[in-house]
């Protein structure tokens, strides 16, 4: 089965870029969608089909997908940031979420 | 706007039923695969399986197959995930979800607003 592998915690200073990995086997030719979770919430997008922002998403946050990896990167990070972040893709007609980011902003 | 609306949080006892709603409105609610993903207390989240309305085809995650049923009333704009027998380890929050038109292997958007299940004696 195939694995998404995303690290358990990622602290930023507030202004600065936070980068979050999603990592799995040739992830570079799948299609990498990312989620934000605030505490009590339900999940939002934030980033489809690996580098495109929906409607109301900031610039600041985006998206890249290559090889082994891909990154969600939030630039000028700000305290409404903080939260949990999901990467997702699809796998033999199933869908597979990592095991969630959680992005701390100091 | 589109949206998801789902049914209130329920609390039951194991061995009970149980049926969880989620309405969708302000699109063409046939038209769009609706997923369920669960989300234990503080973990992630996780796939459970797909609905489309038009026609009722429906695909399971391999590890939950069996343990529940979605079904859905396209008269209603309304999908369901069901239980014939809770389990205390189906605690959690349950989200529905419509996946973006083209099916696979698109993205997620919107989601409801989770239905929280305690399963407890």
């Known amino acids: 089965s195939y694995d998404l592998t995303q690290t358990l915690s990622v602290s930023v200073a507030l202004g600065q870029t936070a980068r979050i990995t999603c990592g799995g086997d040739?992830?570079?030719?799948?299609?990498v969608h990312w989620y934000q979770q605030k505490p009590g919430q339900a999940p939002v997008l934030v980033i489809y089909?690996?580098?495109n922002q929906p409607s109301g998403i900031p610039e600041r946050i985006s998206g890249s997908n290559s090889g082994n990896t891909a990154t969600l990167t939030i630039s000028r990070a700000q305290a409404g940031d903080e939260a949990d972040y999901y990467c997702?893709?699809?796998?033999?007609?199933?869908?597979?979420f990592g095991g969630g980011t959680h992005l701390t902003v100091l | 706007e589109e949206r998801l609306v789902q049914s209130a949080a329920e609390v039951k006892k194991p061995g009970e039923s149980l049926k969880i709603s989620c309405k969708g409105s302000?699109?063409?609610?046939?038209?769009?695969?609706i997923a369920w993903v669960r989300q234990m207390p503080g973990k992630g989240l996780e796939w459970m399986g797909i609905?489309?309305?038009?026609?009722?085809?429906?695909r399971y995650s391999p590890s939950l197959q069996g343990q529940v049923t979605i079904s859905v009333d396209k008269s209603i704009n309304t999908a369901y995930l069901q239980w014939s027998s809770l389990k205390a380890s189906d605690i959690g929050i349950y989200y529905c979800?419509?996946?973006?038109?083209?099916?696979?292997?698109?993205?997620?958007?919107?989601w409801g607003q989770g239905t929280l299940v305690i399963v407890s004696s």
């Open positions: 089909r690996d580098n």
């Open positions: 979800a419509r996946l973006a038109k083209g099916g696979s292997p698109n993205w997620f958007d919107p």
């Open positions: 302000g699109y063409n609610f046939s038209n769009y695969w």
């Open positions: 609905i489309f309305p038009g026609d009722s085809t429906t």
């Open positions: 040739n992830i570079g030719s799948k299609n």
């Open positions: 997702q893709v699809w796998d033999s007609n199933t869908v597979l």
